[in-house]
């Protein structure tokens, strides 16, 4: 007990010392409770923020792996290839070969739903391209129909959808092998354009995540997913309208390579997309089976029924006809994901596909600010805690040394070593304790706007890279998209369109569908992400118990610098160096 | 029984060419309850002999037996303990804890000793009743040996040790200092053992050791030592 008592004496008589002592604490503790408050809320906002709600993800071609692959087999094949690339033209046909090799079959994605060791849900949605008739005629300006004329036109927007996949929802899965690098064979390849494009989808969570946005029925109701409802559809109401046709009616669509093959499809429903932005971003540029009002929508049952579903056209031999499937799996939360993805891989999937999910790539990228603080705060803790730990064992050292003496007397009178170094350790615990105390009562309140205010900081330094990264792809993205006329540039602008949307493709936000569209050339890939701005950095009781055995451990190292001096000292040589 | 024995005790500093003898085979006894007197000029070991009495330091050979205890065969534990319970410390520079009180250094005593003296009272015997809540550097020398003198009384042990207790202070307070070791030992009946270096003490004391060389030269016993106010110097 004395040891207490005359610990505390001690520390009521050097005043001027420990309220120093206090203040160097203080000020490391607020440091600390900052750094710990931010990390913590860091921590929370991205536990929180995926764990209950669920994500959506799907696979994706990794073209540059595909691109490498072909380009090391064809370089293979004949040696002098390799070293005589940069002036001969590129090995297109192997590569378009491998990208038409690459493609998963719904067999394939089946299989990997299968695989997983998680609870997942899947969608998926087929989607090809048909040819109105006389009396079915698609919504079109005059303008829009002599674009049309021109395959290619389609055909580099789709391979612009395709390698923006990562940053648009609704593209990501549109099947990137059938679409061609652009320009002049893309047209055989890529999605048959058509006039209108019939989409199937497998359930209501397809139709839910449709391309074109959400929609409601002005009038009839949704088909069935059931064979019983083969057959039937549901339309635009500006195709509706255009043509003059009402629920019950029959329509008549032929196939666009082979006008004589026929397709009968009744009106089951007419509806009418909440976004509008989607209908005229379609602009001069896209063909009309590429504008929203255009889409009609079925069930998979349905294009099964008609021959035109994925596995079908795949398997038959004759160009006239593809269809692109676009499957997503649905997971309970982010953790599943990555429990899903590696388990994926483990089942065959090769390195040219990955795993992707805009869900949380786009959660990711909202976080990065927030990431970068954390970063901050743990660079923050990390130099803090040293420099403390630092200042608390010189200090501490000092102090000692000073009182050398004391402990000579100490124990030259009988006390214990172990007394002496236990007063000096409960003298500096007080202290700090003291000093945490204060510090994190000065931490918690500084805290919250000191975090926001970094976290600020963050966000608009992160802006101003987008906005940099825009312009600069934006300049690129100008060449094209000004002269939407002339094919010559095609090959181009979507190869610009490329590097930009590989590059910004997680920083759009998944409602983007610009990219997906051929006005999205004209710049803008990548909007602004909607940045999470505000840091609950409060500090709560785990903060504190952690500060407060950081500054438990803190204390213990320095004490034991002190400790280890007390025991080195022999009361008889601090006593002679005394006299 | 001798209540002390310091029996051929040998110290030695270094080892080799080198080596000093700060004790060459230094043998004599205390009685219990005795005054001694070790006289000695500087470097002639008496200072060893008495921290080799304290439990401060040890012996290279020889044996010190205290009221039964050999403190050659302490470990260092016993000899925390024997410095705590047995043994009282005077210095020459007095060796007080500046943080503490006056009243706060001699409770030091009763906090580790459970048989201790009242820190009040001792302080009062030593004349010093009306300072107790001073702080040694607001004490004269002579006050602050009083309370050193007082720190090691309290503890109520059976050998006091003093270390040239007046080599820093004047004729007059030595003398009061004097005094009252002289008194602790002729009215409490504590054994002390005071070093000194000068000569005109030895008439003080129940027993005269001369210490020169590491050697014991001299053991006198004085059947009638002379109070302390008949000594001039």
């Known amino acids: 007990m004395f040891v207490l008592k005359n610990a505390w004496k001690t520390v009521i008589r050097n005043k001027g010392r420990n309220i120093l002592i206090i203040l160097i604490v ?49 370089s293979s094949s004949s040696s002098s290839s390799s070293s005589s690339s940069s002036d001969s033209k590129p090995d297109f046909d192997a590569m378009r070969e491998a990208m038409e090799n690459s493609s998963l079959t719904l067999a394939d994605y089946e299989k990997y739903a299968k695989a997983s060791s998680v609870n997942v849900g899947t969608y998926y949605s087929e989607s090809t391209g048909v040819s109105g008739t006389d009396s079915f005629q698609p919504v079109e300006s005059t303008t829009s129909n002599s674009a049309n004329s021109g395959s290619s036109s389609s055909s580099s927007s789709s391979s612009s959808s395709g390698s923006s996949s990562s940053g648009s929802e609704g593209s990501t899965q549109q099947d990137p092998g059938r679409g061609g690098p652009g320009g002049d064979q893309g047209g055989m390849q890529g999605m ?4 209108f494009t019939l989409t199937g989808f497998s359930s209501d969570k397809a139709v839910a995540a449709a391309k074109n946005g959400t ?13 019983d409802d083969n057959g039937k559809v549901i339309i635009s109401k500006a195709l509706a309208d255009f043509n003059d046709l009402k629920v019950g009616d029959t329509i008549t669509v032929t196939n666009p390579n082979d006008t004589s093959k026929t397709y009968k499809l009744t009106i089951g429903g007419i509806y009418e997309n909440t976004t509008s932005s989607n209908t005229d971003s379609a602009g001069p540029m896209g063909g009309t089976s590429q504008d929203a009002d255009n889409a009609i929508y079925t069930s998979v049952s349905t294009l099964k029924s008609l021959g035109l579903d994925s596995t079908t056209t795949a398997a038959d031999d004759d160009d006239d006809t593809s269809t692109q499937l676009s499957y997503t799996y649905v997971l309970d939360n982010a953790d599943d994901y990555e429990t899903f993805a590696s388990d994926v891989k483990k089942a065959g999937l090769d390195d040219t596909h990955t795993v992707q999910s805009s869900d949380v790539e786009n959660y990711e990228a909202s976080l990065v600010p927030l990431d970068n603080l ?9 130099v803090v805690l040293v420099v403390g730990a630092v200042v608390l064992i010189v200090l501490n050292l000092f102090n000692i040394r000073e009182r050398k003496y004391e402990v000579g007397v100490l124990t030259a009178i009988g006390v214990n070593k172990v007394k002496v170094a236990a007063q000096f350790a409960i003298e500096l615990l007080i202290v700090t304790m003291c000093g945490i105390a204060l510090g994190v009562a000065g931490g918690a309140a500084a805290s919250v706007p000191v975090s926001n205010q970094l976290l600020a900081s963050q966000v608009s330094a992160q802006q101003t890279e987008a906005a940099s990264q825009q312009a600069q792809f934006g300049r690129g993205a100008d060449m094209g998209g000004g002269a939407p006329g002339q094919t010559s540039q095609q090959g181009e602008s979507s190869g610009s369109n490329d590097s930009s949307g ?35 950095a409060t500090v709560n009781f785990k903060v504190i118990g952690q500060l407060i055995l950081i500054g438990l451990g803190l204390t213990l190292v320095s004490a034991l610098v002190g400790i280890i001096f007390v025991m080195r000292y022999e009361p008889l040589q601090i006593l002679a160096d005394r006299s | 029984m001798t209540f002390l ?14 080596a000093v003898l700060a004790l060459d085979h230094a043998t004599f006894d205390i009685e219990q309850g005795e005054l001694a007197v070790i006289l000695g000029a500087s470097g002639a ?10 439990g401060m330091d040890r012996a290279t050979s020889g044996s010190v037996t205290l009221d039964g205890t050999d403190l050659t065969k302490a470990t260092e534990a016993q000899l925390t303990d024997y410095r705590r319970f047995d043994v009282g410390f005077v210095f020459q520079f007095y060796n007080l804890v500046p943080n503490l009180t006056a009243l706060e250094n001699v409770e030091l005593a009763s906090q580790i000793c459970p048989d201790a003296l009242d820190a009040r009272e001792t302080l009062d015997k030593v004349g010093l009743g009306e300072r107790l809540g001073n702080f040694p550097a607001q004490l004269s020398g002579g006050e ?48 002390v053992a005071l070093v000194t270096h000068n000569s005109a003490l030895a008439p003080m004391g129940d027993r005269l050791i001369r210490f020169r060389s590491g050697k014991v030269t001299e053991i006198d016993a004085n059947p009638n030592p002379t109070p302390i106010a008949d000594i001039e110097w």
């Open chain 2, 144 to 191: 602050q040996q009083r309370v050193a003198i007082a720190r090691a009384i309290a503890k109520n042990p059976k050998l006091l040790l003093c270390d040239e207790p007046t080599g820093a202070l004047d004729y007059a307070t030595g003398k009061q200092i004097l005094q009252l070791l002289q008194d602790a030992c002729r009215q409490r009946g504590i054994t």
């Open chain 1, 26 to 74: 203080a000020i490391i503790a607020a440091a600390a409770t900052v750094g710990l408050a931010i990390r913590n809320a860091a921590d929370n906002a991205r536990e929180t923020g995926l764990a209950s709600t669920s994500v959506t993800a799907t696979i994706g071609v990794d073209r540059s792996k595909l691109m490498e692959q072909a380009k090391s087999s064809s």
């Open chain 2, 45 to 54: 070991g008496k200072s060893t002999a008495l921290n080799i009495l304290g």
């Open chain 1, 192 to 195: 048959t354009s058509g006039d």
């Open chain 1, 374 to 382: 954390a970063k901050f705060a743990l660079t923050l803790l990390v």
């Open chain 1, 502 to 536: 590989s590059s910004n493709g997680s920083g759009s936000t998944g409602a983007n569908a610009a990219p997906n569209e051929p006005g999205g050339m004209r710049g803008g890939m990548s909007r602004a992400v909607d940045y999470v701005s505000s840091i609950n």
């Open chain 2, 5 to 18: 024995e310091f029996h051929d005790v040998v110290r030695q500093y270094g080892s080799g060419e080198s």
């Open chain 1, 215 to 227: 929609f409601t029925m002005t009038s009839g109701k949704v088909f069935g997913y059931g064979t």
